[in-house]
């Protein structure tokens, strides 16, 4: 065999029938290049091989580009597709995946709203069933203190009063309004005594005894607690909202003309029991009591507000009105501790004597005023009857219900205004003079309204004229 058919025989036999994807000729033919003739003149037989003796031989930077050419072709190839096919796949795998995700969140925000929904309508029926519940409650309280006034004494019309006139409301003198003048000087009437009513003067309803003063009462609470219980559950309010508005006018009417004509039997009369049983007077309510009126009284918000101004320019005022009595005393010699005794033992003659007087009565006209204030003009109507109907057979301590309203808003002690709280005497004096100018704004048709004290910015007199103008008339204390 020639050497060029052994290396044909070699290179047949070695080479494989793909090459890698690396470049091994150079070395592959430097190490059979001993058995090959590379002279161009000699030809290649045809001896079966000629696959080989036909291919062309390749340099080496030949076969580096045949290798990078089948590198490229191979991108081309089927296996590019399927990377091609992977990657759609892929991404519609993202896109079902984030539409499944959207359709997630709408179905939890979908839930999330049904759920609050529900809840929303779920907290309105709880608020409403509290609030039945509430008025239920309230409503079992009334009864249950309607029950208690109607065991109570009832006023006779024949021995009520055995000093009233019996011409006296008859048809001879106008009764279309609550007070009028007579002959006799001004008149009340009183519907505790019946529908026609009895006319009755301030000197005769301040002679009233404490038993007969108690009837009287008890008869006013009862029909306030019929009224009361007509609101609750009828439809048509007219008529008991025009009694009880009646009602509420005289049982203050009746408060004031005792409170001018009699004030020991005034004094018994808002501290005893009225039931015409034994027991405490008053002074024995708790705290609980007085926070449990108050609730069942359901004092708005600007009410709450007006209380608490009263409070601090009354506290205020008396304040100023015990330095100033304490000067006075101060001048005297001996024992002051009982004012009245002090004024009898005071000699005439002396200055000291009218000045001390005067201070009792504008004392004394500061509570009247501040009871006008409290019931009539802060109170409406209907909070007044639920005061005497709850507090039954008691007289509510009007100064007990305001501490208590003032500690649950957290204000200041009575001690601190009564010491001044940083202000001049006379401007206690201006402030009170304000609350007299808000009094004269109070009349029939604001009753049954709360009517704002705040609100009610009237000028200041001059503090030359400070000076409280005392009434005529103790009638007029009723303004």
Known sequence: MSSKGEAARILDEGLPAELPGW??????????????????????PDNGVGAVSQTPAYSSADQTGLAETQLDNSLSSPVSADLDSDLSHTQRRFHINRVAQARARQRKKARADSMQSQLAETTAQLRALKLQQKQLEARNVLLEHVARINQGPM???????????????????????????????????????????????????????????????????????????????STDTGRAEAEMQNCT???????????????????RFHSQRLD????????HLSDTFYVEMLAAIDLTEPQQLDL???????????????????????????DTSDLYRTIEAVPESTDIAPQLRDNGLAEYRVYCQFASAFFRGIFTCKQHAVSAVYSYPWIPVKHKMLEVLAAQRHQPSAERYMDGDGLEDLQHVINWQQLSEYLKTLNTANLTQHVPLISCKRASPHPDTAKPAFPKTPFDLLI
Not at 27 to 33: I, K, M, N, R, T
Not at 276 to 283: P, V
Not at 312 to 320: A, K
């Open 308 to 334: 608490m101004h009263l409070r601090r320019i009354f506290y205020g005022r008396l304040g100023q009105l015990l330095r100033e009595r304490k000067q006075l005393l101060s001048k005297l010699s001996g």
């Open 155 to 233: 006023p006779s019309s024949q021995s009520a009063h055995n000093t009233i006139n019996s011409d006296l409301g008859q048809g001879n003198i106008d009764l279309a309004g609550l007070i009028d003048n007579t002959d006799k000087g001004p008149v009340i009437r009183l519907t505790a005594y019946g529908k026609q009513g009895r006319c009755m003067t301030i000197k005769e309803i301040s002679n009233m005894s404490f038993e007969e003063l108690a009837a009287v009462h008890t008869a006013y609470a009862r029909k306030l607690g019929q009224c009361l219980l007509e609101l609750a559950t």
């Open 249 to 267: 006018m005289e049982t203050h009417a009746l408060n004031l003309c005792v409170a001018i004509g009699n004030p020991r039997s005034f004094s």
């Open 276 to 283: 015409g049983l034994s027991g405490a007077d008053n002074s």
């Open 23 to 44: 470049d091994l000729t150079d070395d592959f033919l430097d190490d059979v290049g001993r058995f090959l003739d590379t002279s161009v003149n000699d030809s290649i």
